[in-house]
């Protein structure tokens, strides 16, 4: 893609996927907006901001958008990313304002501005995204790709035995956003779900071989400082729940297949996402056989070249340290 647009939440991979998409896409990162998940919309916000100051794109817009998702019964991922979103991290407060821009505008504007050659990711809940197609139905038609984090397709959830969270948090908007994408002459959901996204772990020797590889460049010692700070709190979580330390690189991966699709295996399949279940609220059902009969409007991600996602993540790294 020519262009590259993130919608997010930000948490502590979140973070991560920004600090890719800065190295990796570079200008072509044209915008970011912000949604109420992991944390609150204002502090989703001041995150992304913060982030995009560390990797030296204070100048990208960020537009915020929904604070509250579009059936309000959900509860934020504070457990899992800490108190501020980013783990044992402090970052200086953002200088760059947020945009007056609404999150929605900014979405169907940049998608509009060059039709067919913007990439489309969603890291957090889909209620802008949802947002937007209300607002633009236009816009699956107006996007080249379009990469969601969310879903468990054969995996079990991470909320509940059956959702993962981003689906979870509001799945009015994620069914809204699924029915909305992949008809005719429309991009589909390219779905990266939790199937995929457990396959990409990092550790804290991989951070350790990233320092050394790190020169002096002018941003490193804040960057890695940040990637430790925040990494550790994920790790002493997941060392609580299952006795190893490790991080998942959900939303980093998402960004990576916006910018390279190659690095997953795809299937194509309806999905449609439960609303109501008794048990299931927030799960998403692939209908692998065509049972249904309905229209296949997403590629899932069945299978993911890890070594090469966490090689790509570092290097990126290596060179945002300069
Ligand atoms: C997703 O949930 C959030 O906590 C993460 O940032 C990621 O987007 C994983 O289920
Ligand atoms: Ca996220």
């Known amino acids: 893609p020519d262009r590259l647009f993130v919608d997010v939440d930000t948490g502590i991979d979140d973070a991560y996927a920004l600090l890719y998409a800065c190295a990796e896409a570079g200008p072509r990162l044209v915008g970011v907006s912000t949604v109420v998940g992991n944390v609150s919309l204002a502090a989703a916000t001041r995150n992304t901001r ?3 100051a560390l990797a030296g794109r204070g100048d990208v817009t960020v537009a915020p958008g929904a604070a509250v998702p579009l059936a309000p019964e959900a509860v934020d991922a504070r457990a899992v990313h800490g108190d501020t979103g980013l783990g044992h991290a402090s970052l200086p407060e953002p200088q760059e ?3 007056t821009v609404h999150a929605v505008d900014a979405i169907v504007a940049a998608a509009r501005a060059e039709p067919g050659r913007l990439a489309l990711v969603a890291t957090g809940p889909l209620t802008n995204i949802a947002l937007a ?4 139905p236009d816009l699956p038609r107006h996007v080249k790709r379009f990469v ?3 879903g468990a397709y054969a995996a079990h959830g991470n909320v509940t035995p059956s959702a993962e969270f981003n689906i979870w948090h509001d799945p009015e908007a994620a069914r809204i956003v699924f029915r909305a994408f992949g008809g005719p002459g429309a991009a589909p959901v390219v779905a990266i779900g939790l199937d995929v996204t457990r396959k990409v772990t990092i550790d804290g020797a991989d951070l350790a071989a990233l320092a050394a590889r790190c020169g002096g460049g002018p941003r ?4 890695l400082r940040f990637l430790e700070d925040s990494a550790r709190h994920y790790f002493e979580r997941m060392e609580r729940q299952s006795g190893r330390r490790f991080l998942v690189m959900h939303d980093p991966l998402a960004v990576a297949v916006a910018l390279d699709p190659g690095l997953v295996e795809t299937r194509r399949a309806a999905v449609d996402v439960e609303t109501a279940g008794r048990l299931t609220t927030g799960a998403t059902v692939v209908d692998w056989d065509g049972r249904w009969g309905r229209l296949a409007n997403t590629e899932v991600a069945v299978a993911v070249d890890a070594e090469r996602v966490r090689a790509k993540f570092f290097a990126a790294m290596e060179r945002l340290a300069g």
């Open 50 to 52: 913060a982030v995009l």
């Open 97 to 99: 304002p947020a945009s």
């Open 133 to 136: 197609v209300m607002r633009d």
């Open 148 to 150: 969601i984090m969310g």
């Open 220 to 223: 490193a010692p804040a960057l």
